[in-house]
């Protein structure tokens, strides 16, 4: 019975730990927003510079990632409305690092103890393999879903986190934070996290695949 629980924690740790792995790219990847700045023309549809740009969007992620840091949008204007959303996305970004670093954390202490108790299976595949199924199958119905309607998908996924809330309806000229995080720079997102996901998952599946 122990030996059970023991595999259904690491199926859920792994499958935990990918999941936050690829939601940390693009937040942790800060090149990858930079890039969007030429490739989207953001200097001509914002009116900002690219170093204004880089400033700003610096100082959002430094609040939304660095403990202490107070928030900012540099030179660009933002209101209160705006400046709450931020804030209950911080939430979120604290529980998506807590959750990566705590399965990060269990992940560790199962393998330290896996020779006492041997390989984590779940009948004849291993805990590691039926958490990369899982971990396809996300993205495949969520992929789905937004390559169906993006648009309707971006309202959907705020209506879920953000409840009873309409402050992550930016104004264009009060919040002009929102003139540099363009509609394609968020659907960029979602494809990175998808396919790292995807690729992580493959990966385990292929050396399950190659132990066999």
């Known amino acids: 019975m122990k030996k059970r629980f023991l595999s259904v924690l690491c199926m859920a740790s792994v499958f935990l730990f990918l999941l936050t792995a690829s939601i940390g790219l693009p937040i942790y990847i800060r090149p990858f927003y930079y890039a969007h700045i030429d490739a989207y023309e953001l200097e001509e549809r914002s009116g900002f510079t690219e170093a204004q740009i880089r400033q700003a969007y610096d100082e959002v992620l430094d609040y939304l990632t660095l403990p202490g840091k107070q928030f900012g949008t540099g030179v660009m204007a933002c209101s209160h409305e705006a400046e709450h959303h931020f804030a209950d996305c911080r939430v979120l970004f604290d529980l998506n690092a807590v959750v990566l670093v705590g399965s990060g954390a269990v992940l560790v202490l199962l393998l330290l103890m896996r020779r006492k108790w041997g390989p984590y299976r779940l009948g004849k595949r291993s805990a590691a393999f039926w958490a990369a199924v899982l971990a396809l199958a996300a993205p495949m119905i969520i992929g789905a879903l937004a390559a169906i309607d993006f648009d309707r998908a971006f309202v959907i996924f705020h209506g879920i986190f953000f409840p009873g809330k309409t402050n992550w309806i930016f104004d264009w000229h009060a919040d002009q934070i929102i003139r540099v ?11 990175l996290i998808g396919g790292g ?16």
């Open 197 to 212: 996901l995807v690729t992580m998952a493959g990966g385990i599946l292929a050396w399950e695949n190659r132990k066999k």
């Open 181 to 191: 995080l363009p509609r394609e720079f968020f659907r960029n997102c979602a494809i």
